[in-house]
């Protein structure tokens, strides 16, 4: 049975500053978002040309393919070749987007009293997808200094839970932006042993700043405890369209495809086309990553020297601020009462730790024309 007062203590506090953030806009006051992970530059026009003329086309704009799109998953097949992964477009699913898979996978893979093991920070979909297959919560750590898996506390929690059914990771990661290192992908996965599924959340997978990102599929000897998330929302701008996928070890897609059958029934097929143009056009994606890149350098060199801890962006669309001192010191009870009081003094909307499981921490989001002043805003703030 499903306690509703876990969720009730769940409320996405992203969103609650963002309402407060617009009552200030209504007040006619400067405000400058750094809360939503949507890009600041448009859906590419040529994205938005397929979209159109799938539409304007009877044939296309009424398919239904539970599955998705053949064409899509061959293109999806072909990126990841590129990578030097081969992956089996037969183990290619499509959704709209990724949050409905995490719910999905972990509904399916998740019985009550199994355990899930989540990173420490994590994405809060992650949370609310196990309270709702009513499974066991267990946390392993990412260093919030080096972006680095704390593989003690994960070591641990494998010894002491016989019950483990499914591990998460997030690479990049949200909110930290760390990227996590192949050497260290390899020895979770070693660790793992195929004793239980391994869920890799590679949605940023396309915005690293420096080094090259290694997709977990690349450290398995099979795919037959890998599953692989990866969407369209973010380096590719499609963000309130809703198309993700998910790469499924084969002895999954059969029971899978018929969820799919019963709840989705079908992905927009225009969406699908235009994630096939999407897929075409990683030249715009970089320059994307070009300029977040030089965001992340700006905000760690300007903050430095303030009161609070920068924590360097490897990647993603964020970058971390650890205020714990800073809280304690001027009688802040946690980061969301920061956040509010940045956002009155400053004008500045950021999002509160407390999201992610991190109390005195504070995440900003790349996605803002006007990023570099904000900045300078919380440097006034904090110095």
């Known amino acids: 049975m499903i306690d509703f007062k876990d969720f009730e203590k769940l409320e996405f506090l992203m969103f609650s500053i963002e309402r407060l953030a617009d009552q200030l806009l209504q007040s006619q006051k400067k405000i400058i978002k750094l809360t939503l992970g949507k890009c600041e530059f448009p859906l590419s026009d040529q994205v938005v040309d397929v979209f159109k003329n799938i539409l304007d086309n009877k044939s296309t704009r009424e398919i239904v393919l539970p599955h998705g799109l053949t064409e899509l998953k061959q293109k999806i097949s072909q990126r990841y070749k590129t990578m030097g992964i081969n992956v089996d477009l037969n183990t290619i699913i499509i959704h709209n987007g990724t949050s409905p898979i995490f719910k999905s996978l972990f509904s399916f893979l998740l019985k009550p009293n199994d355990v899930v093991v989540l990173p420490k920070p994590y994405y809060p979909l992650y949370l609310v997808s196990a309270l709702l297959s009513s499974s066991i919560v267990k946390y392993y750590n990412i260093n919030t200094e080096t972006g680095e898996i704390d593989f003690e506390s994960l070591l641990t929690l494998v010894k002491e839970n016989s019950n483990i059914k499914l591990i998460v990771i997030n690479n ?104 096939i143009k999407a897929l075409e056009l990683e030249d715009e994606v970089k320059i994307i990553t070009d300029l977040y890149k030089k965001r992340s350098e700006y905000t760690y060199i300007t903050l430095l020297n303030s009161k609070i801890k920068p924590i360097f962006s490897e990647g993603s669309f964020y970058f971390s601020l650890d205020c714990r001192d800073y809280c304690k010191k001027n009688s802040f009870k946690n980061s969301v009462n920061l956040a509010i009081d940045i956002l009155n003094t400053t004008g500045v909307a950021l999002v509160p730790g407390e999201d992610f499981g991190l109390s005195g921490f504070l995440r900003l989001s790349f996605t803002n024309s006007q990023y570099e002043e904000a900045i300078d805003r919380l440097y006034d703030y904090f110095k």
């Open 172 to 275: 990049p990661g949200n909110p930290l932006g760390n990227v996590i290192k192949k050497d260290d992908l390899y020895k979770l996965y070693q660790l793992v042993d195929n004793k239980f599924y391994i869920i890799s959340d590679e949605i940023y997978d396309n915005i690293v700043f420096n080094g090259q990102f290694a997709s977990m599929l690349e450290v398995s000897d099979n795919n037959s405890n890998i599953i692989i998330t990866n969407g369209f929302s973010k380096g590719h701008r499609m963000y309130s369209r809703r198309l993700g996928f998910a790469i499924l070890p084969p002895q999954l897609i059969p029971s899978f495809q018929v969820i799919l059958e019963h709840t989705v029934l079908t992905v927009d097929p225009a969406l699908q086309y235009a994630g």
